[in-house]
């Protein structure tokens, strides 16, 4: 069984910084490109950021420069660095392989930015 166990999320005012973990298990870490995406009331889940077998990055667009995916292969675990953080990254944040799997989304860590 394929296990993504995200946490890290919390409430932080606008400007403030998190810094979220994923945890996998039943999947060949280092083998597949993983990514983080999230999901804001009353839209889509959107991709946010991907880092390759690798180790190359990329990410949304209104997030770079802010956000930072890193990867320790040894822990079978992705992070996510979100820093100046605002009230439009308030969302649901999940990790998955990238493509995503939607068999293998968990529950997610709840990211809130207050104003």
């Known amino acids: 069984q394929v296990q993504l166990v995200e946490s890290g999320g919390g409430l932080v005012q606008a400007g403030g910084s998190l810094r979220l973990s994923c945890a996998s298990s039943?999947?060949?870490?280092?083998?597949?490109?993983m990514g983080w995406y999230r999901q804001a009331p009353g839209k889509q889940r959107e991709w946010v950021a991907i880092?390759?077998?690798?180790?190359?990055?990329d990410y949304k667009e209104s997030v770079k420069g802010r956000f930072t995916i890193s990867r320790d292969n040894a822990k079978n675990t992705i992070y996510l660095q979100l820093n100046s953080l605002k009230p439009e990254d308030t969302a649901v944040y999940y990790c998955n392989l990238v493509p995503s799997n939607r068999a293998y989304w968990g529950q997610g860590t709840q990211v809130t930015v207050s104003s």
């Open positions: 039943g999947i060949i870490f280092s083998a597949n490109a």
């Open positions: 880092i390759t077998r690798g180790g190359l990055t």
